[in-house]
């Protein structure tokens, strides 16, 4: 802890200075204590940041599935995706939270597993959520399902194919029609490359091959490639953000998985350790919502978005 700036004027006699210097001793003492004692019980922990200072006014999500770290930044096939990180806010130390996929989407969306631990279809939830506090605070939101065969569609699959899963469109990984509280009509059929948002929060999740689901990697990279670079430009003429991430690892130990925060942020490696719960919450701070189930006690992503 930096210690303030102290300005004396000495006045005369070594008791006067002791007088006028005493309560900034006793500041600065009881200051490193705090600090002393909050190093001893736990590691040190960011402040949160000043919600009121955040100039950030529009935020989209976009989903991947199912890729380690270091399978997809620097790799060969993610040239797109590498050299996103490299410009952007790249948090190196980004987790997801279990598997498989569907807990770790219900967890992003709403501060909670609900209790699912497969990617069981349908379940419903009558509880709050991301999308019905935005729309119970008057904010826009819009859920884009690519692949998904008309608006609102809430059926667990849809398009047949011949890739592993056997469906372009799963619900799995669509977490809005799971919650009772958020009308059909957000729920929207991905349209295509935008050139602008939608709405002031705007979740985009891909098709079963272009998330990386059933498709190789640079599938997914060449599909970013084509359908962010207009809304990026967009996000950072209108304080925008777009948070790339992905639900989970390939299965590997640790479950890290690539996040990266492009736009209205300050650019840079940042090695600070964030979940699904830590995304979610810095979403909350930024839109002034209250914080759903484990994001309350979730740091939020710090010194990032602007």
Not at 9 to 34: E, H, N, S, T, Y
Not at 253 to 267: A, E, K, R
Request: proline share 8%; hydrophobic share 40%; with cysteine.
């Amino acid at each position: 802890m930096a210690a303030p700036e102290v300005s004396v004027i000495f006045l005369g006699g070594m008791k006067m200075l002791r007088r006028m210097l005493m309560p900034v001793l006793l500041l600065l003492a009881g200051a490193f204590v705090g600090c002393n004692s909050a190093s001893a019980s736990a590691p040190a922990q960011p402040l949160a940041q000043n919600a009121a200072a955040i100039t950030t006014k529009y935020v989209q999500l976009v989903i991947f599935e199912n890729e380690s770290y270091d399978d997809v930044i620097g790799s060969p096939e993610a040239p797109y995706i590498t050299g996103l990180s490299k410009t952007w806010a790249n948090m190196t130390q980004s987790f997801a939270i279990t598997h498989p996929s569907e807990p770790n989407y219900l967890a992003l969306f709403s501060g909670s597993t609900q209790g699912v631990t497969s990617d069981q279809c349908p379940v419903s939830f009558g509880v709050q959520s991301l999308g019905s506090e935005l729309l119970k605070a008057k904010i826009s939101f819009t859920g884009y399902a690519e692949s998904m065969p008309y608006d609102g569609y809430t059926g667990c699959m849809a398009v047949a194919d011949s890739l592993p899963s056997g469906w372009l469109y799963m619900r799995k990984h669509v977490p809005w029609p799971d919650f009772t509280k958020i009308p059909g009509s957000v729920s929207i059929v991905y349209p295509g490359p935008l050139k602008k948002p939608p709405s002031q929060f705007t979740w985009i999740t891909p098709n079963m091959c272009n998330d990386m689901h059933d498709c190789a990697i640079s599938i997914g990279d060449k599909w970013a490639k084509k359908n962010l670079p207009k809304l990026i430009a967009w996000d950072r003429a209108n304080n925008g953000v777009l948070i790339l991430t992905f639900d989970e690892n390939d299965g590997s130990p640790g479950n890290q998985i690539p996040t990266i925060l492009i736009g209205n942020v300050n650019p840079g490696q940042y090695s600070q350790t964030i979940n699904h719960y830590s995304v979610l919450r810095t979403i909350e701070d930024i839109f002034g919502l209250k914080h759903l189930g484990a994001s309350g006690s979730a740091t939020p992503i710090m010194g990032v978005v602007k």
